[in-house]
């Protein structure tokens, strides 16, 4: 997973497929208990409720076709995920998190050397040379190295695990990945405010910034339209921003179009050819075609509409009340990792794709670990 990319999903789930055997070898009945308790709880009820309500949508899909594709990738990488967070912490060998720091290390120091050469490496064996080619490896690293770095933080290694946030911080910082900087700013500050003052407000600050950024996401097109100045256009020309404000208008303008059910589940990657599309301006059809709106909480609305979003937002606010319940260093973790993917995910890829959830799988199990050696 230190250089994750199209395989972290197999990663994720040869590892949950591990634990799972070893734990129904060794007591079938309490690693029962421990995938199927938490589905019980609120969380888990609007968890499966949502993604029923995603199954449904295939009814009213124009490409179920498609929405089947796009669930064969996300729903394998989701359970694998679920059951290697439920699974693993605990019950890793005391020298995993070493290993894993020392791999994550090195996966690091490679970018920043082979960013730094041109990418000798790709050229000498032919590959693609583009400085993009580490933005998922990034991503990866955004999501485990803070969870990585308090268990080693926690069990005594403290200079291993401030090196993992070190290194972590200046390959993303020297990549050409927005969203890693964006996330890794977000998760910064929200780590540190958790830290110094009161729960309460850090709680209120995630559960904020969670709702404004799904309530907000179908005219966010509109206002940063209207809001953003030329100048900082101008500043993010790398990150194509005048595209993502219109992509994002054009997904905006669906979602008004057919707000309540949505299009379809899974169905983004031919958005254009929808019957909702021919209901907009022409104006706003282009952009449609360009795959997924790069902003996971607009996918939701596009895809899943009013209800969908609902059942979302209340999982979001429910895995913060889940949250609430943790001590201090773990609940500075765990909401780093909340405020870091929400961040990228306001900005970046697809909502359904494989490799994000499984590197949230990881993250989430390190983050257990900690909880579980507390």
């Known amino acids: 997973m230190a250089a994750a990319n199209r395989s972290s999903p197999l990663v994720v789930g040869l590892a949950a497929l591990l634990f799972l055997s070893a734990g129904l070898i060794e007591d079938a009945r309490a690693t029962r208990i421990a995938l199927l308790a938490p589905l019980r709880t609120p969380l888990g009820l609007a968890a499966l409720a949502f993604l029923a309500w995603c199954g449904l949508s295939f009814v009213w899909s124009p490409f179920p076709a498609l929405s089947l594709r796009t669930a ?25 998190p070493a290993l894993a720091g020392g791999l994550l290390g090195a996966a690091c120091l490679y970018i920043v050397v082979d960013l730094a050469a041109d990418l000798p490496v790709q050229k000498a064996l032919g590959a693609r040379v583009a400085y993009f080619i580490f933005n998922r490896p990034l991503l990866t690293i955004l999501l485990v190295a803070g969870p990585l770095a308090a268990v080693l933080y926690q069990r005594g290694k403290r200079v291993a695990g401030l090196a993992v946030l070190a290194l972590g911080a200046v390959a993303i910082l020297r990549s050409i990945s927005g969203a890693a900087a964006m996330g890794l700013m977000a998760g910064a500050a929200m780590a540190a405010i958790v830290r110094l ?6 709680l209120g600050l995630a559960g904020t910034g969670l709702m404004l950024a799904l309530v907000l996401a179908p005219v966010e097109g509109d206002l940063l339209d209207r809001l953003m100045p030329e100048a900082v256009h101008d500043r993010l020309v790398q990150s194509s921003s005048r595209a993502r404000v219109a992509i994002a208008r054009s997904f905006g303008a669906a979602v008004a179009a057919d707000p309540w059910r949505g299009a379809g589940y899974g169905i983004s990657a031919k958005f254009a050819q929808t019957p909702v599309a021919a209901r907009i301006e022409p104006e706003f059809r282009t952009l449609l075609a360009v795959g997924h709106p790069h902003n996971s909480f607009l996918q939701v609305w596009a895809e899943l509409g009013f209800i969908g979003a609902a059942l979302a937002g209340a999982a979001l ?17 765990a909401l780093g990792l909340v405020a870091a993917a929400a961040a990228v995910a306001f900005v970046e890829h697809g909502a359904w794709q494989g490799w994000w959830v499984a590197g949230l799988g990881a993250a989430i199990a390190w983050l257990r ?6």
């Open 197 to 202: 003052l009161p729960r309460r407000f850090g």
């Open 369 to 374: 670990e900690v909880d579980a050696s507390a």
């Open 317 to 333: 606010l429910l895995m913060l009340q889940r949250l609430a319940l943790l001590a201090r260093p773990q609940m500075t973790t």
């Open 72 to 96: 064969a990738e996300f729903l394998p990488a989701l359970i694998s995920a679920y059951c290697l967070a439920r699974l693993a912490p605990g019950r890793m060998p005391a020298w995993a």
